[in-house]
């Protein structure tokens, strides 16, 4: 079956860099994504990688290693808005419903 | 382009009534989703229809829940009879292929008393 960890908490400050990993274990890979939730509201696409390395938005980057079954996301320039629960997901076996991790919860202080 | 829109936002509703959730997704996006999340556990994957097909219901609890996309346009996810388990957030998201990015919609809180 599909598995995901990836840390509960991490705390950080304006300004700073936050790295939020995830590992997982999957049968069939098609890629790891990343969503941002905020208060429980609809989750929001962040990133997506199929291949090994970075790919970078903004200040968001996401990076992966198949061979490894890691990624993570990385946050730059944290500003307060960035406080949210942050999701890593792969697909199921037939590459269509994602499988969540259980969320990192992001706190940005001042 | 409006997003994934659902309805009721919140619902409370005692043990043993029945509740229906609507999802209406994006425009064109052929591919809908139903997920939950229960509190202190992660998303999970419900249900997902091609069109008005059934694709994969792999993800759905029970007999008790009944989800239906007449149409292929919006999707119901009924439940009936409620029961306190089935308090959570529930969560809709469409894509335009089955392997796209999907888009979710603010999600339902269900209160089941």
């Known amino acids: 079956g599909q598995s995901l960890e990836q840390p509960s908490e991490v705390t950080a400050v304006e300004g700073a860099i936050v790295q939020i990993n995830c590992t997982y274990q999957t049968s069939g890979f098609y890629g790891l994504s990343w969503y941002q939730q905020h208060d429980g509201g609809a989750p929001t696409f962040l990133s997506y990688n199929a291949l090994d390395g970075l790919e970078e938005t903004g200040r968001f980057s996401s990076f992966l290693s198949r061979s490894d079954s890691y990624g993570y996301l990385l946050l730059q320039e944290l500003q307060m808005k960035d406080s949210a629960s942050y999701f890593c997901?792969?697909?199921?076996?037939?590459?269509?419903?994602?499988?969540f991790g259980k969320g990192t919860t992001l706190s940005v202080s001042s | 382009e409006a997003g994934v829109t659902q309805f009721p936002s919140h619902s409370v509703i005692e043990k043993g009534q029945t509740v229906t959730l609507r999802c209406d997704p994006i425009s064109g996006h052929d591919n809908l989703y139903w997920y939950r999340r229960v509190m202190g556990k992660e998303i999970k994957f419900l249900l997902h229809f091609v069109k008005e097909s059934k694709q994969d219901e792999s993800g759905m609890p029970n007999n008790r829940f009944l989800a239906e996309r007449t149409g292929g346009t919006y999707s119901t996810l009924k439940v009936q009879p409620a029961e306190l388990e089935d308090s959570g957030v529930y969560f809709c998201?469409?894509?335009?292929?089955?392997?796209?990015?999907?888009?979710f919609g603010p999600g339902t809180r269900l209160t089941v008393l």
């Open positions: 997901a792969v697909r199921n076996q037939a590459g269509t419903a994602l499988i």
């Open positions: 998201a469409s894509s335009e292929t089955p392997t796209d990015t999907q888009y």
